[in-house]
């Protein structure tokens, strides 16, 4: 891990490109490890559904009830929390198959890095991650991660890629949420409303922005 650390910030310090092959190669390893590292068993922020841990090196530029916007290193990235996962699991007990997707106004060119695989959550049960990485025409990445529960987005260079999913691990593998609350709200909601209220309600609340993937573009100016 050391080892991998020091050459992501070799990179970044030097401004040398990436080896696209080096990078995915870092990039599994990276996963299987963080896969396989216990989740932190407290949490520092709270919300009226759910609560996580933040590290001390990630600082949250505004919040609504779902949705969060962070910043790391400069990289601003996005949570959402998906309370119509909690339903389907804790409630319907049943599993949802989907493809990650995110409308962004930067034409897309490339599917990097697609990986799957599961993890070990603070609630002691095992759950699926799917990241994925598209190469967009300026040369920025367009990361998206989804942990179940939550997903994270984010356009960023080839080398902060790394240091942000692991911080995207950290804080959805310490999730926390209120299953009884959660059911009692949106048990009786469809997804799609769920979803489009969240993003709607996320999208008033931005400053100087009118839209998420504008938000995001921003990251890479």
Known sequence: MKKVACLW???LLCGCQVNEADLKSELTNEFHELSDQAPISYTTMN???YSYYLPKDVGRLQSNPLSSLFMKDGVRFIMNFNPNEVVIHDYYQ???T?????PVENEISDLFYDVTGTFKG???RYHKYECQITELEDGSYLLLLDMEYV???AVLRAVQIQPLVHSMFIIAKSLQYDSDEVIAQYSLRSSSDSVMSD???FNKELPDSGSLSELIEGQSE
Do not use: G, M, R
């Open 47 to 49: 919300k009226p559904l």
């Open 9 to 11: 910030l070799a990179l």
């Open 199 to 201: 993003l709607d309600e």
């Open 94 to 96: 049943a599993s949802t």
């Open 98 to 102: 989907y493809e990650l997707e995110e």
């Open 122 to 124: 603070s609630d002691h």
């Open 151 to 153: 997903n994270f987005t």
